[in-house]
């Protein structure tokens, strides 16, 4: 009689993952996935973090060179609001843009438009930086009103430029009166104002609520909290 002959044990394994070995594999990528997106949203935040600090700095050195062609006065802080010499068309003109109105100058890709902002509030905002109005709000002692008649920053008279802030990032804040169109920002922001401070101030970096400015020393750099320097009245 004929044996039929033996096959080797590994003839009969079935090759391939097993349950188990399956549901480690799952959850092994689920463990780096998890280790790996806050990483990868950590450095995206980094470099939009670093293109609002390059904003911030251009848009200083456009306001500072305004000021060296006109015996040291800033751009306008507020009115007129839709034309030049308003600091947020002060810059679009200086960025290369030609017009002489709002709906000319402003546009969506520009250093008057913050990378994180754009990110969390969409891609149509025109203008999402304030320009620093402290001193400059027709209170008693400020010389002139900025939303009622051109008011500017004496840029050369300003004593302590490392402390004292220009420009900051905004926020989508609730104006009474005539207000802003929902793709800009405020644009002004008077940091001995409450509401302002709690309202006007972009709140956008990282997970504090941090926020940037470009100092009148032509630094620009981020914050946790405002200083309190930043309350005294700009000349």
């Known amino acids: 009689m004929q044996r039929t002959p033996s096959l080797p044990y590994s003839a009969f394994v079935r090759k391939g993952f ?59 802080i507020g009115v007129p609001y839709g034309t030049p010499p308003n600091w947020a068309l002060v810059v679009q003109s ?11 100058l402003y546009t969506t890709r520009s250093v008057l438009v913050c990378p994180t902002t754009r990110g969390r509030l969409g891609g149509q905002l025109q203008r999402t930086y304030a320009m620093n109005a402290t001193g400059h709000a027709g209170r008693p002692g400020d010389p002139d009103n900025y939303d009622v008649e051109p008011a500017f920053i004496r840029m050369d ?10 420009l900051v990032d ?25 509401r302002h401070r709690s309202e006007r101030l972009g709140r956008i970096h990282g997970r504090r ?9 032509g630094s620009a750099k981020g914050f ?6 930043w ?5």
């Open 170 to 194: 905004a926020a989508a804040a609730p104006i009474a009166g005539p207000a802003p169109p929902p793709t800009r920002l405020a644009s002004v922001l008077d940091f001995r104002d409450a």
């Open 18 to 76: 097993t349950l188990i070995e399956t549901l480690v594999v799952i959850a092994t990528i689920a463990v780096l996935v998890g280790v790996l997106l806050p990483a990868l949203a950590g450095a995206r935040e980094a470099g939009r973090a670093a293109g609002c600090l390059a904003n911030l700095r251009s848009q200083f050195l456009i306001c500072r060179l305004y000021a060296d062609d006109h015996r040291g006065w800033s751009p306008a």
């Open 157 to 166: 008279r300003v004593e302590r430029t490392t402390e004292a802030v220009l």
């Open 224 to 229: 946790a909290e405002i200083p309190g320097a």
């Open 231 to 235: 309350s005294d009245p700009l000349p």
């Open 94 to 104: 200086a960025s290369g843009l030609s017009g002489g109105t709002s709906a000319e």
């Open 209 to 217: 609520g941090g926020f940037q400015g470009a100092m009148l020393d």
